[in-house]
């Protein structure tokens, strides 16, 4: 199957609250990875299947939220095709600390979804 969903991902308000939730509900191993910038981004293991990570929320005023992630072979191609077939582009091609590129487009209809591309070997 061409681009599947690779990595889902929790914008928190709180994190205090969703870590300890969702590790219990779901049995998720959660490690924690300093960002470099004074951030935590907690790394989701599920065993099998797509796995994600959390974040605290970083758009004022904005409730909490689950973003998926597609892989994409060409991560700025992709995005401007997006943006040419009506998408608005909300965080443009940005690398990650060294492992690959993402980008967060809004369909038509009003849907969040980021792109990923990992890095090239």
């Known amino acids: 199957m061409g681009n599947p969903f690779v ?18 509900l779901f049995d998720w191993k959660l490690d924690a990875v300093e ?27 904005a409730t909490s939220f689950w973003l998926p992630y597609v892989l994409v072979e060409d991560i700025v191609a992709a995005t401007a ?7 608005k582009v909300m965080k443009d091609v940005t690398e990650v600390m060294g492992t690959g590129s993402l ?13 990923w591309q990992p890095k090239r070997k």
């Open 7 to 24: 990595h889902v991902e929790l914008s928190s308000t709180d994190l205090a609250k969703a870590r300890p939730f969702y590790s219990a």
């Open 35 to 61: 960002m470099g910038d004074g951030m935590t981004y907690t790394m989701i293991s599920v065993g099998e299947g797509t796995g994600g990570g959390m974040m605290k929320q970083m758009i004022p005023g």
């Open 81 to 87: 095709k997006a943006k040419k077939l009506g998408a």
């Open 103 to 115: 980008s967060v487009i809004v369909d038509p209809a009003g849907a969040p979804l980021g792109l």
